[in-house]
């Protein structure tokens, strides 16, 4: 699985990438992580709010930090 | 609605610690324990409210309604800064909402419009406001802010500035991403807002309990009035002066505004105080290094300037109407 957080790296992004990774390890998830500067490529997302979790490609949330429980319930939906 | 709070201040600075009523610390005691509750009480009501309001808007909504209206300009203006108050946004947002919004074709004024107003009129400023000089003041800010985002978009827009808007911006290509706020039930929303406003409080409670701590000092060991001639009303430079100070004093408005109240207290007029809060909120540091990855450094000096007068005249005519 490959997750990415969009962001400027402010405190935000940072926490939701924390939290992102928790999620993954707790649902015993194998995922890579990466962090995506580059606003080209955030808006090419069609994001406009940051942060915003990308998982497998796909924006599954935008615009604020999700909570460990919350974000398992997205990897969950992803991977089946 | 406070007095409770009042009688558990009282009773346990003069019962329970047994301080002297009247003496400068047991006064600033009070004033700290009083305040410390009273202030954040109102700041839950207020944040969670304005909180769940925003849940209704997104700025991919926001763009698309104002995108719609871009051939009516001074509605859309209106418009740009009203929605600026309830979108939600994080200063880190600030350029990737800039490019969505340049991208899909709403001019650069009504955009500038909208990224002023967002933080210029600011819900915890907007709570601490309430809680300390109630609904007038509350309402003039709000006004205040509202008049200088659409005035400032106007002029950005009519010395049609877009050439000094990176080359970049205009070349990318914004995605389109699915409706990802799908229809929300009640309880998920007021679930997520209930999250956001506990996350929200705890990031600021340092700030407010440090501004409350500050002002209390000076509320017992500073004698009223005192800055009366140096910052009052009759202090022609004051107003400006205050500005410049709140620019590069980037606080959070939860720090500044216990703070702000405690300065009208010792003498300081209500349009410099006003005008110093609005400069710390409005004007900071690392959002302009942010927008620079946008603007040219001559639109960004523009924006500064525009929305720095802004604040400078504001505060003139409110202590010309209100002192």
């Known amino acids: 699985m490959v997750i990415k957080i969009l962001g400027g790296g402010c405190a935000n992004c940072k926490k939701l990438m924390e939290n992102a990774k928790k999620a993954a390890e707790k649902l015993g998830i194998e995922a890579s992580f990466e962090e995506v500067k580059d606003y080209e490529k955030i808006l090419g997302y069609g994001v406009m709010r940051t942060p915003a979790l990308v998982v497998n490609e796909k924006v599954v949330l935008s615009g604020r930090v999700a909570g460990i429980e919350e974000i398992k319930e997205f990897l969950k939906k992803e991977n089946a | ?323």
């Open chain 2, 1 to 323: 609605m406070f007095s409770p709070v009042q009688k558990f201040a009282d009773f346990v600075v003069y019962n329970l610690l047994n301080i002297k009523e009247g003496s400068k610390l047991g006064s600033a005691l009070n004033f700290f324990i009083f305040d410390t509750i009273k202030i954040f009480i109102l700041l839950f009501i207020i944040v969670f409210v304005i909180t769940f309001i925003r849940s209704f808007f997104s700025p991919e909504k926001t763009r698309d309604l104002l995108a719609k209206n871009k051939r009516k300009t001074f509605i859309a203006h209106i418009l740009a800064a009203m929605l600026g108050i309830v979108t939600p946004f994080c200063s880190c947002s600030a350029v990737p909402l800039f490019i969505g919004f340049v991208e899909a074709g709403i001019p650069l004024g009504v955009t500038f419009s909208y990224l002023i107003a967002a933080p210029m009129v600011n819900e915890v400023a907007l709570g601490l406001l309430y809680a300390n000089f109630g609904l007038k003041i509350a309402l003039i800010y709000i006004i205040s802010g509202e008049i200088i985002a659409i005035i400032s978009g106007i002029i950005i827009g009519k010395f049609g500035l877009e050439k000094y808007v990176e080359d970049y911006v205009f070349k990318i290509k914004v995605g389109n991403v699915e409706a990802l706020e799908q229809k929300k039930t009640l309880k998920q929303r007021i679930k997520e807002t209930w999250q956001f406003t506990v996350e929200l409080i705890r990031k600021v409670r340092v700030y407010v309990v440090i501004g409350i701590g500050i002002g209390a000092w000076m509320h017992g060991y500073i004698p009223t009035g005192a800055l009366a001639t140096l910052a009052g009303k009759d202090n022609p430079f004051a107003v400006f002066i205050a500005t410049l100070i709140g620019i590069p004093l980037y606080s959070n408005a939860a720090g500044i505004i216990p703070l702000v109240s405690e300065l009208r207290r010792l003498g300081v007029s209500m349009g410099t105080s006003l005008a110093f809060m609005m400069s710390v909120t409005a004007l900071s540091l690392p959002e302009m290094i942010l927008l620079r990855r946008v603007l040219k450094p001559k639109l960004l000096a523009i924006f500064v300037s525009i929305v720095g007068c802004g604040i400078v005249l504001t505060g003139y005519l409110f202590n010309f109407i209100i002192g």
